[in-house]
């Protein structure tokens, strides 16, 4: 049974920096691609960013290009995003997901506030 369990949300203020913690179980880890979404309030979850199963290739939202950055731990089981210089628009709930599958994690409160 695959478990994907974030952490690493919390306030911050304006221009400051998270770094947001994905730990899954299950041996399939290592093959598949990673994702982190976002989903703020009367908002569609939306895709935030992903990683390739080798951690070589990456892919971000526009909105979060040059200050969010996905990486992985194959040998950990983890996944990572590194967010700074964070703005009010980047409060949300994230999530991290297995590819398109249906298996997400709970939600980790991410709020960017003076």
């Known amino acids: 049974q695959v478990q994907l369990v974030e952490s690493g949300g919390g306030l911050v203020q304006p221009g400051g920096s998270l770094r947001l913690s994905c730990a899954a179980s299950?041996?399939?880890?290592?093959?598949?691609?990673m994702a982190w979404y976002r989903q703020a309030p009367g908002n569609q979850r939306e895709l935030v960013a992903s990683i390739a199963p080798n951690g070589r290739n990456t892919n971000y939202a526009d909105s979060v290009k040059g200050r969010f950055t996905i990486s992985r731990d194959n040998a950990k089981n983890a996944v990572f995003l590194q967010m700074s210089s964070l703005k009010p628009e980047d409060t949300a709930v994230y999530y991290c997901?297995?590819?398109?599958?249906?298996?997400w994690g709970q939600g980790t409160q991410v709020t960017v506030s003076s």
């Open positions: 299950g041996s399939i880890f290592s093959s598949v691609v």
């Open positions: 997901r297995i590819g398109l599958t249906q298996y």
